[in-house]
């Protein structure tokens, strides 16, 4: 007599059969479309958490350091302190960190992370209409534009912005007279009649691109394996196993006359120049490596950078500490510099205007 308990054992012995069998069968399936399974999974999962980790690293993991072997063009350096004054603070509606502060038109604008953009002002700070999830807001030819998950968006402060291109943009960045937008697919110029994008047939092998800047005569991007060189035509990769940077997790990036910044994840600072390479690091006295995305701005004593327990200035065998009324600015989430001379600080949930008292002599 057959009875329901000996069916159920029957049917859970036969389980692993079954789902053997049904995997043969839709191996085809997902062998023809491999390709946009790999895609899916690619832009949902992994990809998107590494692209998180960038923004603000310290909120998702602990990656550590990879030393260069370029240590004979390392510097030591001695650590002092810079006293300045904060001269205004902006307070957001949300306490998540400030991932960017950057001026436009409208005014300083504060990117935050996964709450949205805001327009900074004396009274509340007002909202631009284009989401949470608001990865860069920037300006090109007096217009502003932002790149969000949900595509590359010009910007209106009073109005509804409007929609350019569709798809996932990360950064934006003014070079050779266009208007360039960052992908996972590559860099995006961007046209009247639409993208034209640089991808991996040009070398473009970045994971996880982030944040992109004009760099000399170049646009250089950074990733989570090194920064990407591109010249017009294809792209160079710059990476720790070439001496190029401390750590190939590169974070953010700045130039000025004497060359170019890269700011990595817990590795420190490299400079590029026309003929070396420098680096400063941790074990050669820099307080904290770990760079915060768009937080590295340069200056005409050296630069300036955020990390999760400071704001500091590096330039030779110098290091200066930013203290304001003797106290470390800690939680430093984004850096940005007026065009007084002033700087506005990321935190999280408010944008310190800061000077410094006297500036540094180096």
């Known amino acids: 007599m057959v009875t329901t308990r000996s069916l159920g054992i029957r049917w859970v012995r036969r389980l692993p059969l079954g789902i053997a069998l049904a995997t043969v069968l839709a191996l085809p399936i997902l062998y023809a479309n491999g390709e946009w399974l790999a895609a899916r999974l690619t832009e949902r999962t992994l990809a998107l958490w590494i692209e998180r980790g960038q923004r603000v690293p310290r909120l998702v993991w ?114 050779r007279g266009s208007l360039w937008a960052l992908s996972r697919a590559g860099v995006n110029r961007v046209g009247a009649k639409g993208l034209r994008t640089w991808g991996k047939a040009f070398g473009f092998d970045a994971d996880a691109p982030s944040v992109m800047r004009a760099c000399g005569e170049a646009l250089c991007v950074c990733a989570t394996n090194g920064v990407f060189v591109f010249d017009g035509g294809a792209f160079t990769r710059r990476s720790a196993a070439a001496a190029h940077l401390p750590n190939d997790f590169a974070t953010d990036i700045a130039s000025d006359s004497a060359g170019t910044w890269v700011g990595t994840f817990d590795g420190g600072l490299a400079r590029w120049t026309s003929t070396q390479v420098e680096r400063w690091t941790p074990p050669a006295g820099l307080l904290d490596g770990r760079v915060q995305p768009r937080a590295l701005v340069t200056a005409p004593f050296g630069a300036v950078f955020g990390t999760p327990t400071g704001l500091y200035t590096v330039r030779d065998d110098t290091l200066l500490e930013w203290r304001l009324q003797g106290h470390r600015v800690a939680g430093v989430s984004a850096v940005a510099r007026g065009d007084d001379g002033s700087f506005f600080i990321g935190l999280k949930g408010r944008v310190l205007q800061v000077e410094l008292k006297q500036e540094p002599r180096i």
Do not use: C, I
């Open 62 to 175: 602990q990656k550590p350091a990879r030393a260069s072997s370029m240590t004979e063009k390392a510097r030591n350096v001695s650590a002092q302190s810079a006293e300045g004054t904060a001269t205004a603070l902006y307070m957001l509606p949300v306490e998540s960190a400030v991932t960017q502060v950057v001026q436009t038109p409208m005014g300083w604008v504060a990117v935050t992370f996964d709450d949205g953009a805001f327009v900074l002002s004396e009274g509340p700070a007002q909202p631009l209409p284009l989401g949470n999830r608001v990865n860069e807001v920037q300006v090109h030819r007096g217009s502003v534009w932002a790149a969000t998950d949900e595509g590359l968006w010009s910007v209106r402060f009073e109005g509804a912005p409007t929609r350019v291109a569709e798809g996932a943009f990360t950064s934006l960045a003014s070079w």
